[in-house]
């Protein structure tokens, strides 16, 4: 191999090796409550860093482009084996390159141009790759959208229905980026059966949970389910697609690879790989179970302290705060926190219109409870969400010490290095 290629970045390039150090240490010195973030294991990055990062094959295992790929259809098909026994599903697709792809795909598999599609609506927490204006989804499809009841903050399947039976759209989406609640997947199964549609199931925010049992598991009510692998599934970044039905699994196939991306990332499949096997380890369930506990610590915490809880509560790895009843917008609230190196997001709860004037405040636990932080530090947590929110509703600095207590409560639980 030509001798520069086998320099260390440290030396070969300097300014990059730099920007990798500094962001190293900006992780290990901020406390991540932005609800996609999470810390994959050592054994995932020594896959995603592997000799897999230099091999090139296009198509699905036993049916490549390529030749000599044995080793990585070995891998594939494992890969693939792990994640239907994790998620209970016949047929698994681990090569979208993200999320949006993997719902891409979905769409792709089961939609023409044109069509009618029913998701959540972006300000009841849906994500804009379920039909949001100005994405793919959005301008192939013609998106209609269900919200949440304005006053508890919960999906209405009588409206999901009504709007179902008046739009008739060939696909409902389920799944969220914002929503705190349990779904009933059941629910949605049996009004896309009354309307002649198919169900697609995201459950990005979820798919840590529902491998352990902690949230339902839609692989036995939707045609298809997608998640990314990273955020609370603790996974490379990266998509999976699920689906019980033979033919319907040979079309989200097709419609992935040719139809949206060529060679995929086999350094990433082995990580995902590595991330299955760990999903189906007694260690990962323990996490789970840590990540509901911390995350309805960290809400009754609040609670305690005068924030609200938007629907009172929450069944998954975040808490959605609202910050209605303290006139306040959770905007300024995300620049005060983050000065203070707490990671989070606004997001909108019924009423808002747009996200820089939103009033709620999505705090994940996923990435904390990695670090082995556990509900004593989810109390200590909030009572700094708490004190910087008042102190803003005062027009006061953030309380004195705060940023010091995020910093012990880093060094506490150190990442590794
Ligand atoms: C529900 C949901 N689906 C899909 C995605 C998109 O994933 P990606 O950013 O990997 O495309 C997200 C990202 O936050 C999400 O919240």
């Known amino acids: 191999m030509t001798q520069?290629?086998?320099?260390?970045?440290?030396?070969?390039?300097?300014?990059?090796?730099?920007?990798?150090?500094?962001?190293?240490?900006?992780?290990?010195?901020?406390?991540e409550l932005v609800a996609s973030e999470n810390y994959i294991s050592m054994a995932q990055r020594e896959a995603s860093g592997s000799v897999l990062a230099d091999t090139t094959v296009e198509g699905y295992?036993?049916?490549?482009?390529?030749?000599?790929?044995?080793?990585?259809?070995?891998l594939e098909r494992l890969a693939i084996a792990r994640a239907c026994d994790v998620f209970g599903a016949r047929f698994a697709n681990v090569q979208p390159h993200s999320g949006t792809q993997a719902n891409q795909a979905a769409m792709l598999a089961l939609l023409k141009p044109g069509d009618t599609l029913l998701s959540m609506d972006l300000q009841a927490g849906g994500h804009f790759s379920h039909g949001a204006?100005?994405?793919?989804?959005g301008d192939w499809y013609t998106a209609q959208h269900y919200g949440v009841d304005p006053h508890t903050g919960l999906i209405d399947y009588d409206e999901v229905l009504a709007l179902a039976r008046r739009h008739k759209p060939r696909l409902i989406i389920a799944g969220a980026s914002a929503y705190p609640r349990s779904i009933n997947f059941e629910r949605f199964a049996a009004i896309a059966r009354e309307v002649g549609a198919r169900l697609m199931v995201d459950m990005a925010h979820v798919a840590g949970l529902v491998a352990t049992g902690h949230f339902p598991n839609p692989v036995a009510h939707a045609d298809v389910v997608t998640t990314t692998t990273?955020?609370?599934?603790?996974?490379?970044?990266?998509?999976?697609?699920?689906?019980?039905?033979t033919q319907l699994a040979a079309r989200l196939d097709a419609a992935l690879c040719p139809g949206l991306q060529g060679t995929p990332l086999m350094h990433i499949i082995a990580a995902k790989a590595v991330a299955f096997g760990e999903a189906m380890q007694p260690a990962y369930h323990a996490y789970s179970d840590q990540v509901l506990r911390n995350a309805r610590a960290l809400g009754?915490?609040?609670?305690?302290?005068?924030?609200?809880?938007?629907?009172?509560?929450t069944d998954v790895p975040f808490v959605v705060a609202d910050l209605r009843a303290l006139g306040l917008h959770a905007a300024p609230l995300v620049r005060a926190l983050d000065l203070l190196q707490v990671g989070c997001n606004a997001v909108?709860?019924?009423?808002?219109?747009?996200?820089?004037?939103?009033?709620?405040?999505?705090?994940?636990?996923?990435?904390l409870t990695t670090r082995g932080m556990a509900e004593a530090e989810c109390d200590i947590i909030a009572g700094i969400v708490a004190d910087t929110a008042q102190a803003l509703v005062a027009g006061q600095p953030p309380p004195a010490g705060a940023a010091d207590a995020v910093l012990a409560l880093c060094r506490r639980f150190a990442l590794a290095a």
């Open 61 to 74: 295992p036993g049916a490549r482009f390529l030749a000599a790929s044995a080793n990585v259809d070995a």
């Open 348 to 367: 909108p709860v019924p009423g808002d219109t747009d996200f820089e004037h939103a009033h709620g405040l999505r705090l994940g636990v996923s990435a």
């Open 230 to 245: 990273y955020k609370n599934f603790r996974g490379p970044r990266g998509g999976l697609i699920l689906c019980n039905d």
């Open 133 to 137: 204006a100005g994405t793919l989804s």
């Open 4 to 31: 520069s290629l086998r320099e260390p970045l440290q030396t070969l390039d300097p300014e990059i090796a730099l920007l990798i150090a500094q962001e190293a240490q900006r992780q290990s010195d901020r406390l």
């Open 300 to 313: 009754a915490s609040l609670s305690a302290r005068g924030i609200a809880q938007l629907t009172g509560g």
